[in-house]
């Protein structure tokens, strides 16, 4: 048995190799990452201790998320294309370590070309941050894509919450149902940094979703299937919402009792905030 054959390497491997087939990832574009599991984590130690680096070199994340202190994540590397993380996933992934203080990661394994955990790592660390505390550490995936209609649809709709959920909610009668609690969404922002990191995950409070104007999506999950279905998902939404918009716009609807009946019969509550 090799380390890329651990269950939790092997699912995140499922998704770069399902994401690879969207059309989403164009060349380095997306990462994905998990907040591995203690029992995961001390399995792999013993196991495949030969294989882990102690290097003890320390590198700032550049926020700060004493949350996630001594955590340990799977993570893609920065620039590697997500068609590459199931072909050499020593590669392209990383083992990465946060510090007791939660300020400084250090690569325990993978990377073995070079390389650093995906410039978006402090917007994952900061969402896997919050989703730790809401969730009660449910959630353990959080995903960032490059969907086509999705990011079409951040220039011609208003970008806020309210606009972009109902737009999504009325598109496929079961989008109430799987995010209920609606859609965050934030104007463009410079990528990379901890301004957008600090925004993204101030909106994952409230929301599973949040939509970049202009650039992509982040989604977070309990599961990589979660995680990769709530994407899938908003994508088809606004596939469907562009497709509409291109026939001449809406000539039939889902009503707003529709949707109230909906969240009745599927016991699910809606976002008041979304609602008439
Ligand atoms: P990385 O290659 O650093 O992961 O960046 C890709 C990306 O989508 C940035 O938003
Ligand atoms: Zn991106």
Redesign the pocket.
Known sequence: MNLTDLTFVQDFIGLAADASEKEWHE?????LSYRIRTEEMDFTRLRFAPELKETGEWTRIGVSVPELAAECFLV?????FMQHVGESPEENLAIVQIDTRGENYCVLWGLEKGGR?????PTHLMNHAVKKRTTDGLHRVIY???PVDTIALTFVLPLNNRTFTRELWSMITECPIIFPEGIGVLPWMM??GREIAEATSDLMKTFNVVV?AH??VFCSGATFDEAFGLMDTIEKAAEIAVKVRSMGGKKNDITMKNLKDLAKEFDVTLNPDMLD
Not at 27 to 31: A, D, L, V
Not at 117 to 121: R, V
Request: aromatic share 8%; net charge positive; glycine share 26%.
């Open positions: 060349r380095n574009g997306g990462n893609t590397g920065s620039g590697k955990p995906t410039s978006e790592f960032h894509a490059h990528p990379g970049w650039h992509g």
